[in-house]
């Protein structure tokens, strides 16, 4: 429906000149639509499109030229082309910091989107240094329970775990999970992420048996809230399972990973990354069940 409402706008623009501002706003808008709908292919094209426009009718620094460069930089790095996705970011964040200054929601914004794009390439020490310093500053402006502070320090928390830190990562998802379960409830989707999150830390110390109690208190949940197939449904399965078989319970864990490939194979293909992680993982299971036989 979204898209169809994108579609309509575009179409209702399309007969003005290329550059009308109109024309190029509702560009941008369809361009963002198909993003998250997917289509980032289409969505880059139009993005460069509405991008060179924009920086000659209305200039680099104009803040809409910011936001399509920014958006341009998103559909980047969903297509897997990280580093132009990064160097994007880098130019967008040091105009915005000039432009609109550090605390700007924009500005923090372009922060956060460079230091997910730095943590996708591993680069996870700068990831870090960028994400301490955006909590800092919406810890300053919004307080501790915004929901860009909690988002902040939820990604914080997953890059420092990234980088083995896992005390601290699961001491940082233990604070925003006991504020998201306050502010919007034991059941909203940010809570059973952050409560996986704190799973994930914990398994990663090697306190399985918590980490396990965890997945399956929120298994259930997950299935009944968003649905037994829903893509965050089966990666919290995979996590199970996972957690499982370091417990030395092969057997359960190897009929879980069958479950969620089974799934991924009907809905999302045989080829789709997904099921082929999947299959990937069932594999490295089963290989380290026979190794241990």
Known sequence: MLLGLAEACWLSAQPLPEENMQRLAAADYVAVVRHKQGQNAEAERMLRDVLALRQRVEGREHPATLTTADNLGTALRAQGKHAEAERMHRDVLVLRQRVLGPEHPETLETAKNLALTLAIQSKHAEGEKILREVLATVLRVLGSEHPESLKTANNLGSTLGAQGKHAEAEEMHRKVLASVQRILGPEHPETLQTT?????ALGAQGKYVEAAKIYREVLPVLQ???????????????????????????VEAERM???????????LGPLHPDTQRTAMVRAALTASEHASV
């Open 257 to 267: 990973c069958l479950d969620v490939l089974t799934t991924r194979q009907r809905v």
């Open 196 to 200: 996986s999150n704190v799973a994930l």
């Open 224 to 250: 009944r809230v968003l649905g037994p197939e829903h893509p965050e449904t089966l990666n919290m399965t995979v996590l199970l399972a996972v957690t499982l078989h370091t417990q030395g319970n092969n």
